[in-house]
């Protein structure tokens, strides 16, 4: 494959490629930069011309020819600074990185994960410096047997070093429950995580013990009620109530200020003859189906929070097992669902269903 400024193009020889036995035949009108390119598999990924897009070029059996289509289409907020180049790591994992020519001294690097179905995400990488240049190798000191990212990088504009970028943390446990330390232990927060306990009136109103929070800001409720947001200072927040005599008394949950949220695609059922769903869609009856969750927000409603089984007074936070959570009559509108979770506790939706309905006047 050769790819130039006018499109990817197959060379190919009757023998051998010397300057009298090649062929070049045109296989599509996808523009590339003169920056080079890194294959993963037999997919070739490079930068279009402008370096705002990434592509990707593979075979085609349907078409008999090499096809390519952008593979950065959800990451055009991170790629308009421009990438100069490319490289790629494929041990332990598939990552390609691209540098951004976006500082005055150097750039900042940019990169996405890549397995069999396709582009699973893309990042940014945070530096202290300015990057001016990347390159891949493989190394096998101290057994490790993986490539590893370098880079040409300058802290003042003049003096320049060679660095190796640490790896990604291998998550080698997980979180089995809201106290469990194990991801706080290897340095990582997850922005929907969560830490709990209890307060006492004894405790005048101070939360301790928050070393993995200290110096951030998070959201505190206390039996299911907001109690404010604070900035962790020496792993302590002191909680602050209206009524200064008011001490806090009950469970807390603590966690980064952060709405989770998921939406749906809008329903679009076509036909052949260009007609849609009506104009008007309803949901007459949605279930969200849910495990060991707090109540999430669904199309701006909170589903009924109590349960018969559970005694007033005693506040009902994560519902253990499976759960549907019912809404009716959700109003008039695309389609779409949304939901939300922004207090600190789990919510893992595993499903919504129900009956849906459509006006086409």
Known sequence: ??????????ISAQVTLSPSDIQAEKQNNARSHSTGAVT??????????????????????NLQAQTSQVVSTIAEHLLYKRVKRITLNQTPQTIVYGLRDDLATGGTLVAFTYSGEGVGA??????????????????????????????LITYNGTDRYIEKMPYPARLKTVQKTETDQTLMDQGIILMDGWT??????????????????????????????????????????ILESADIEDKYDGTYAIGLVYT???????????NQAGTALGTKRRWNKLYCRVL????????GTLPPDRTPETEMGVPE?????????????????????????????????????GQFKVNNS
């Open 1 to 10: 494959m050769l790819g130039t400024s006018g499109g990817d193009y197959a």
């Open 40 to 61: 993963i598999d037999t997919d070739v990924f490079y930068i279009e011309q402008g370096r705002e897009k990434m592509r990707s070029t593979r075979y085609d059996d």
């Open 122 to 151: 893309w990042f940014e990488y945070s530096s202290k410096g300015s990057i001016i240049d990347i390159c891949s190798a493989y190394s096998i000191k101290d057994g490790r047997d993986e490539d590893e990212l370098w880079a």
């Open 196 to 237: 709990t306990g209890t307060i006492s009136v004894n405790d005048n109103n101070v939360i301790s013990g928050l070393t993995a929070y200290d110096g951030l800001t998070v959201g505190c409720i206390v039996d299911d009620a907001w109690a404010g947001e604070y900035t962790v200072k020496e792993n302590t927040i």
């Open 260 to 270: 989770a949220k998921a939406k749906t695609f809008e329903p679009t059922n076509g």
């Open 292 to 299: 060991d969750s707090a109540l999430p927000i669904i199309n």
């Open 317 to 353: 936070i994560i519902r253990e097992g499976l759960q549907d959570l019912i809404i009716r009559n959700v109003g008039w509108d695309k389609g779409e669902i949304t939901i939300e979770q922004d207090r600190p506790y789990p919510t893992h939706v595993l499903g919504v269903y």
